[in-house]
């Protein structure tokens, strides 16, 4: 945790662990694609900002012990994610919102066509990060206890998979990919429209004006 004080107003920021880490939290990390013309160190600034929402002047303006804790924390936090995303142990069912939701151990048997469809043709190509695509997963093939598959149902379901732990999203996401390579395909071809979407045209000038102190 770290205190800021600036204009005579005190704030306290800090670095969740990843045991407290969200699904919405990760989200917020990677909201949008880091700058390519940024070095190591100014990626995990900007990585920092986005999980404290310190504003990046205000941690420039941070002393060096203290922007060295705060980066140990997060380069701690990024290991710990990565360490996690390898993990395939994953529960049958889990709880949140106080409701049971199942986890299907086998796609092609635990999973209907319909939620096939609406996952790769409706949500999926909406998504604009992976973790979008992480919760839309959540949402289509782990349904409440006892209820069956409703497209509505499952968008309303993404507005609070945010509140899930991060690491348990993912060790479900990671299962799914292992178990199902048609899976994996279609998001590796979402993410890489994702990306491609983000190319300048053959009539844009890329903008290297902006000086990378000036990111917040």
């Known amino acids: 945790m770290i205190g800021i004080t600036r204009k ?15 699904l919405g939290d990760w989200r917020a990390m990677m909201m949008h694609s880091l700058p390519t013309d ?3 160190t100014d990626q995990i600034i900007e990585l920092v900002h986005r999980t404290t929402t310190i504003p990046v002047k205000e941690l420039r303006r941070l002393p060096i012990i203290e922007m ?14 990565k360490n996690e995303r390898e993990s395939v142990v994953v529960p049958k069912s889990f709880k949140i919102k106080k409701v049971e939701h199942i986890v299907p151990q086998n796609l092609e048997s635990d999973v209907t066509w319909a939620q096939w469809e609406d996952l790769n043709k409706v949500l999926i190509p909406k ?15 782990c349904l ?3 209820e069956e598959y409703s497209g509505k149902k499952a968008m309303e379901r993404m507005q609070y998979m945010d509140a899930m732990p991060a690491v348990l999203s993912f060790q479900i996401y990671a299962f799914f990919f292992e178990k199902n390579p048609g899976l994996m395909k279609a998001i590796n071809l979402s993410i890489l429209k994702m ?6 045209s053959p009539e844009q000038e890329p903008n290297y004006s902006q000086p990378v102190t000036d990111h917040s």
Do not use: Q
């Open 68 to 81: 060295t804790r705060l980066l140990d924390a997060m380069t701690g936090l990024l290991e710990d994610i």
């Open 38 to 40: 940024f070095d190591t």
């Open 195 to 200: 990306l491609t979407s983000r190319l300048p």
């Open 144 to 146: 409440p206890e006892g």
């Open 127 to 141: 998504c604009d990060t992976e973790s979008d695509i992480m919760a839309a997963v959540m949402s289509v093939l």
């Open 8 to 22: 005579g107003e005190r704030k306290v920021y800090d670095i969740k662990p990843i045991e407290k880490l969200t």
